[in-house]
């Protein structure tokens, strides 16, 4: 859960690209949340790997030749 | 073999840390907005969005405003939140979603701030955590900070709770909670 306050919802015209950009961050899941991730077949169910400081915790399945993903869920 | 495993675990690594962005198509707001889309963020994907408090899978984070509904909605939040959802707040209503989702009674601190709406923050705090060496955004200058109230007493009192950012007097105004993965 992200505690944010500002005032964001005023859409006054000071709000910067800066702004903007934190909020994609946020959004995108910066700080946390579901994504996907492809992963390979010589990654096991429950393997565990370094992601840019956050660990992630990869769930999937091996659909033909084609190694998507299931869900990942990261804790920052 | 090993090195080739590992060479390849390592690129698959590498791609997969661009890829660690949005996955759902909907942005749902709790609350009235003046402020969406291309106003509100970039860098993603633009998202759907939707006027509901109720974020369901296909629901890529939720935005509580200061007028959302908050009350009765904690465990499906927190049901969310455990899915792998991501709830963000505004103005004022930081405490209350907090008390709402984890059942504690925090009121707000003092109000900071400018006003000028700007939700990245004028101070980062905890500048080594990995969210922001993952995103080295300039802060926000001093007259252009947005406003809010001081979340110092509950993040002090919440030992899962990590202060990211504040305000130029020493406030905090940017702080999360980690959601633990369920096994």
């Keep these: 859960m992200i505690l944010l306050e500002a005032d964001w919802q005023d859409n006054q015209v000071n709000y910067t690209s800066d702004s903007r950009q934190f909020m994609g ?4 899941g910066g700080l946390g949340g579901t ?3 492809h992963v390979h077949p010589m990654l096991r169910p429950g393997s565990r790997a370094s992601l ?3 660990e992630v915790l990869a769930l999937y399945s091996v659909r033909g030749k084609e190694f998507t993903r299931d869900a990942g869920k990261r804790a920052a | 073999m090993k090195k080739i495993a590992a060479v390849v675990l390592l690129g698959i690594i590498t791609w997969a840390g661009s890829a660690a962005a949005q996955t759902r198509s909907d942005l749902m707001y709790c609350g009235s907005t003046q402020r969406t889309g291309a106003s509100l963020y970039s860098g993603l994907t633009p998202l759907n969005e939707i006027n509901s408090c109720a974020p369901d899978g296909n629901t890529q984070a939720l935005l509580v405003t200061r007028s959302g509904t908050v009350t009765g909605n904690g465990a499906a ?3 969310y939140l455990n899915a792998g959802g991501i709830i963000i707040t505004e103005y004022s209503i930081s405490a209350s979603v907090y008390n709402e989702i984890y059942g504690t009674s925090y009121v707000n ?3 900071q701030g400018n006003c000028q709406d700007n939700t990245m923050p004028a101070v980062k705090i905890n500048p080594g955590n990995p969210f922001w060496v993952a995103n080295p955004i ?3 200058a001093p007259n252009e900070e947005g406003c809010g109230f001081d979340l110092s007493t509950l993040v002090s009192g919440e030992a899962q709770v ?3 950012g504040g305000w130029i007097g020493g406030a905090i105004s940017f702080a999360y909670r980690p959601t633990v993965p369920a096994s």
């Design chain 2, 109 to 111: 601190g003092s109000g």
């Design chain 2, 162 to 164: 990590t202060a990211l």
């Design chain 2, 77 to 79: 939040w927190l049901a």
């Design chain 1, 52 to 54: 840019c400081g956050a």
């Design chain 1, 25 to 28: 961050a946020l959004i995108g």
């Design chain 2, 138 to 140: 300039p802060v926000t």
């Design chain 1, 35 to 37: 994504f996907w991730i």
